[in-house]
């Protein structure tokens, strides 16, 4: 099993933080195959995508507040930017995520990758853009659409594959 079929695996268990250290494992190489991993989450069970939907829209969250609050460098401003723009494209603008509990998987999750070094969070960033735009253009999903549609006026079709450094 490669570094990210193991991340993904994670994704279906119940260890929040080792869920987490194995993205970052997995995103700690010099070139990461956004395809790929859109290919092996999209063949997975409805529960271990769903996380991984919410993880992205959680994790969309962290990027807008970062940004409009100027809290990021150079490595992730990029990213931050992006992700601001996608989620107050999004419907959740209007209507916030819940709050999750201290023990809840994905806040764990989200907490270690908000950590994790700038460089880890620019790739695991292309890795959400990436599942975003496979769901608005493949499955359909009507906020992923709206977010998309308007990310794509601002950068083009290949909005998610741009270099984020």
Known sequence: MNRMETAIESLAGKDAEKAHNDMSFACNVYH???NDFVGQIAVQKPKTR???TNICWYWLKYLSDAYAKDNYDDRNKQSCYTGYHLFNASAYKNKPLPELPRDNFIRIYIGGMTYDHPTLKQSFSSLVF???NYSASEKGERNAKRAVKEI?????EHWYT????
């Open 32 to 34: 990461l195959d956004r």
């Open 50 to 52: 769903k996380v991984w």
């Open 130 to 132: 990436a599942w975003l």
């Open 152 to 156: 794509m006026k601002m950068r083009g």
């Open 162 to 165: 741009m270099p984020m450094i």
